[in-house]
């Protein structure tokens, strides 16, 4: 045992014992303890300041209620939840959640995440997440917006434009950044460096409707190419049928690849002749339908019920983008069985710790989530600069830009793994550029 060894297992022991209850935010702070041994050896000097005591802990958690009234009349009450993490190189920024399995646990994780991935991209963001036990699925649009108008009555007492600025994430599109920015404006004027993810209209940027889905194809072609390899030709398994899936699945069959798989929560389709991606937007954006839905206007397209992860396939990448923790050690034994050889994260953590071991065993490319799909974040940064601007970038200024951060992001966790005697793990290589600038700026601004 090391001194720095000694140190990580002492931390890791402190979050188990504090926050007993919160499986999710561990296995998060766990994922990425494993990793980062090798730079508390470097730096002795990162353990007596303490830095991942300081890393472990957000900065402000927050949590309120959120009283609204449903369409019959009848007071409703969910919990609200905006988590500050670390401030170190830049305001607050990460998405807002709502669906009904919303915890702090679940928050707290998210904003862990958030802060390595906001230093990956190199842009002077910090880390936060917010959201809400609301469930969006089957209410009105009248009843999104009055739920929208209340989380925003009370979470605009803590964000601002050099502070915290949220965006979207599962639950929170279009529509909903629309409503809880028209709240935000008749508090406070009219500021819109306050949310990202708005409409064009009133200050929202080109290309952030897609630019998770784009910049995890953009890592993905930059991690087969230093494996010699490349996507076209290619078939692929995605999950999800959101934001996320939808511009990956674009971006992928782009590039010459054929996406096979979308799916919900219910169910999947599976198209050997690729999945529709115009039809898929009529059915998930603009009808806010069901897998199942699709399935019947696509002839070639067949549904089934349960996981894609579990479904007899044959392909060559897995690109999870629907949610947390879907894919387990079994699961991932089944996607190497299926012969892929690359797994690339849309979906934050959407691996358990088996799973991320199976890939690691089998020598399947792994491109974890805090680097993989960073894009929807990097273009949330470069929205805020345009709105301090007051002007906008076209789509293809945007675009580049995006397949840049992720190509230099992809070559830092490189590099940081090859310096680090790690070379070819992106996870560790990820966990340890994302921390070094974090804590480089810690040191910086003293204890
Ligand atoms: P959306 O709400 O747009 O879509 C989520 C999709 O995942 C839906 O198809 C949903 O199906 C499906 N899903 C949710 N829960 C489950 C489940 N338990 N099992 C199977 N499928 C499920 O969210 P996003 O696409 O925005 O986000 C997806 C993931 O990507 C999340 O992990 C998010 O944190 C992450 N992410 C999102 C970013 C963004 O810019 N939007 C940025 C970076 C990461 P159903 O309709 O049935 O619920």
Redesign the pocket.
């Known amino acids: 045992m090391t001194q720095a060894s000694d140190y990580i297992n002492a931390v890791a022991a402190t979050v188990k014992q504090r926050d007993p209850n919160q499986p999710e935010f561990q296995e998060a702070v766990g994922n990425f303890l494993k990793t980062i041994t090798p730079v508390f050896e470097k730096h002795p000097e990162y353990i007596k300041a303490n830095l991942l005591a300081r890393l472990t802990e957000p900065e402000r958690a927050l949590q309120f209620q959120v009283p609204w009234q449903d369409d019959s009349g009848k007071m409703q009450v969910n919990r609200g939840f905006r988590v500050q993490f670390n401030s170190a190189i830049g305001p607050y920024k990460g998405?807002l959640?709502f669906?009904p399995s919303v915890n702090l646990s679940i928050i707290k994780f998210?904003g862990f995440e958030q802060t390595f991935k906001n230093s990956l991209t190199g842009l002077p963001i910090g880390g936060g997440k917010g959201g809400s036990d609301f469930n969006p699925?089957g209410k009105s649009d009248a009843e999104i917006m009055r739920f929208c108008q209340s989380f925003m009555l009370e979470l605009s007492k803590y964000i601002g434009p050099d502070m915290d600025v949220p965006?979207?994430?599962?639950?929170v599109?279009g529509r909903e950044i629309g409503y809880l920015y028209g709240m935000y404006k008749r508090l406070k004027g009219s500021q819109n460096g306050i949310l990202t993810?708005k409409g064009l209209t009133y200050g929202g940027s080109l290309a952030r409707t897609e630019?998770?889905g784009y910049g995890l194809l953009y890592y993905t072609s930059a991690m087969l190419k230093e494996n010699g390899k490349e996507l076209a030709g290619k078939k692929i398994v995605v999950?999800?049928?959101?934001?996320?899936?939808i511009y990956a699945i674009q971006k992928a069959q782009e590039l010459g690849a054929t996406v096979i798989t979308a799916?919900?929560?219910?169910g999947y389709v599976v198209d050997p002749n690729g999945i529709d991606v115009p039809k898929l937007q009529q059915i998930?954006e603009v009808q806010r339908g069901?897998m199942k839905d699709y399935a019947a206007i696509v002839p070639t397209a067949e549904y089934h019920e349960g996981?894609v992860w579990d479904a007899d396939l044959q392909y060559d990448i897995a690109l999870p983008?629907?949610?947390?923790n879907?894919i387990d050690g079994k699961r991932a034994a089944g996607i190497i069985k299926a012969g892929a050889f690359a797994v690339a994260e849309?979906?934050?953590?959407?691996s358990n710790p088996e799973a991320i071991a199976a890939y690691q065993d089998a020598g399947v490319l792994y491109g974890p989530?805090k680097a993989a799909?960073a894009g929807?974040?990097a273009v949330s940064a470069l929205e805020m600069g345009q709105n301090s601007r007051r002007n906008s970038d076209s789509f293809a200024t945007v675009d580049g830009e995006l397949k840049d951060i992720m190509e230099t992001l992809f070559a830092n966790s490189v590099a940081a793994a090859d310096e680090y005697g790690v070379s070819g793990d992106y996870l560790a290589g990820a966990n340890i550029a994302g921390f070094s600038k974090v804590a480089e700026a810690m040191m910086a601004q003293g204890w």
């Open positions: 998405g959640r669906h998210l699925k965006a979207g994430d599962m639950g599109g993810g630019a998770t999950s999800g049928a959101g934001n996320v899936a799916s919900d929560s219910n998930k069901r996981s983008c629907a949610t947390q879907e849309g979906a934050n953590m959407p989530a799909n929807g974040v």
